[in-house]
């Protein structure tokens, strides 16, 4: 398939990769450094900076002793070892010229966005998508709603799972089966050191696999075994094995099921991250462009299907659209699926559009194809506007470093102290401030699960009947001495101190409560 659509050149092609590389990367730029000025929008970024500076005796240790109430305690094994080693470099760089690291981590987060942009854009070349589609595509797909863009701003593992991902379709795309099967299982293996739930990269191989079905039958399924025996292959040979597998099963098993299967699930109040749950009406609506984008996509395909037929698109064309419907579904079960559906139903548009508009179907102007790619440019750009605009206004929300706490606590409470996190979600903040205190639990409330359950759920039924939290009753349940809770939650400080509690520090950024 002609990848320039009959009216363009070499020339012009390297202008449009330019171009579609540079405005995306600079728009995004300006967006992170405006809408995050002295912290960072993910909560655990402050985790996974911390590890980089803290280097691979930590990230690659089978323990980790900075948790009390966690299977990483005894069990530790890195999910994002790679990324973490990729994190570690990019801080030391930095750290030449900037000696005191700070937040906003923009450095290692541009890296990342730009690795992220590059991968988008060698996956629609290999796709064959015509060159005036790359800009407009690919600021649809990581910016065609505030949400998208959300997600692409953060420095977390997500972002380079991603990259792996659309480098894979790309690779996917043409080629021999061992070809394919080859690539399948060498991604797969970065992969599995990469990110937290190493299967998903099993998603696209396989949608491939399938619409490759027709032609290859079920030699086709070979790729997908090379995708799953690198998965396994990632978890036998990882430097923390067996750890690996038992963090893998915690994370993906017990983390996806476990709620839903524990006796008394529906008493829980160990509540799963906010990107974990179901989006409300406020969230669709701000992801209604993207939403929009998708079913007008859909449209295009459903009328190249009947025009065409279905023989004669290519495979890739069903698998991308499925990851495309598959994703952009699952945001309305979990909300953090958007991260995925934003990226791969930009693909897919670029697909689509670029076939319809060489096959002149559905489309207003394509008899003037230069004229209507112009167009769609600028037209672009106006949900990547309201989706920038949204995302700095989020500036106030945006988690603060806390230095303060942390290091006031490493001055003044005895080394190796045990000190209750009444909140599980501050921890990734408090290790990057503090390295001499011991937290109960953070990351994921399933880690505590997977140590003692009964434990976590007596201490987890103490934090939720508030009003007989006395520091008397929390020290007999946790046997810790003391606590923190961080910054915006001044109205349980002050409910704890009705209470008889007792603060130790206290200021902007946080309080530590004595309980003995």
């Known amino acids: 398939m002609n990848g320039d659509g009959g009216f363009l050149t070499s020339q012009h092609e390297r202008m449009f990769l330019i171009l579609a590389f540079v405005i995306p990367m600079l728009w995004l730029v300006f967006v992170r450094v405006e809408g995050m000025p002295d912290g960072e929008t993910a909560n655990d970024a402050y985790y996974h900076i911390a590890m980089a500076e803290r280097g691979p005796a930590v990230f690659t240790a089978k323990k980790f002793p900075a948790l009390e109430l966690s299977v990483w305690r005894d069990h530790f094994a890195d999910k994002e070892l790679l990324y973490h080693f990729m994190l570690c470099g990019l801080v030391r760089l930095q750290k030449i010229f900037v000696p005191v690291l700070h937040a906003p981590f923009h450095f ?95 998603i696209p191989v396989l949608f491939f696999a399938l619409a490759d079905l027709p032609a290859n039958g079920w030699k086709s399924l070979l790729p997908a075994a090379g995708a799953v025996a690198g998965v396994f292959l990632g978890l036998l040979i990882h430097p923390q094995f067996p750890n690996s597998f038992i963090i893998w099963k915690v994370q993906s098993i017990d983390a996806l099921f476990g709620p839903l299967l524990s006796e008394g699930a529906r008493t829980g109040t160990l509540m799963p991250p906010v990107e974990m749950m179901s989006p409300g009406v406020i969230w669709n609506r701000n992801a209604l462009p993207m939403y929009i984008f998708a079913y007008f996509n859909f449209l295009i395909f459903a009328r190249l299907i009947a025009r065409l037929g279905w023989k004669n698109l290519p495979p890739y064309f069903y698998a991308v659209g499925g990851l495309s419907l598959i994703f952009t579904g699952g945001t309305f079960l979990v909300l953090r699926t958007i991260e ?149 939650r001044e109205k349980f400080v002050d409910f704890l101190k009705s209470l008889g509690w007792k603060t130790i520090y206290e200021s902007s950024d946080g309080a530590v409560f004595k309980v003995r």
């Open 340 to 488: 995925y559906a934003g990226p791969f139903t930009g693909l897919f548009g670029a697909l689509v559009w670029s076939l319809a508009l060489r096959e002149k179907i559905f489309l207003p102007g394509t008899d003037r194809p230069k004229r209507f790619c112009l167009i769609l440019t600028l037209a672009a750009f106006l949900p990547a506007g309201a989706a920038a605009a949204m995302n700095i206004s989020y500036a106030e929300g945006i988690t603060p470093e806390t230095k303060g706490i942390g290091q006031w606590m490493e001055r003044n409470l005895p080394e190796r102290a045990l000190v209750v996190n009444l909140s599980w979600g501050d921890f990734p903040s408090l290790f990057h401030a503090n390295r001499k205190q011991v937290f109960l639990w953070g990351m994921d409330p399933e880690f505590s699960v997977a140590a003692d359950p009964k434990r976590t759920r007596r201490i987890e039924q103490l934090l939720l009947n508030q009003r007989e939290l006395t520091p008397r009753r929390f020290l007999a349940g946790t046997g810790a001495d003391y606590a923190v809770l961080l910054a915006k």
């Open 108 to 202: 290692p987060a541009f890296v990342f966005i730009t690795l992220l942009i590059l991968s988008l854009l060698f996956a629609m070349k290999r796709l064959g998508v015509s060159p005036p589609l790359y800009l407009p595509m690919t600021m649809l797909a990581l910016m065609s709603a505030p949400n998208v863009m959300f997600r692409v701003l953060m420095l977390r593992p997500h972002v380079f799972s991603l990259t792996l991902m659309l480098v894979l379709c790309g690779l996917l795309a043409r080629g021999s089966l061992r070809w394919k099967t080859g690539w399948a299982l060498t991604i797969a293996l970065i992969y599995t050191w990469s990110y937290s739930n190493p299967q998903f990269i099993v």
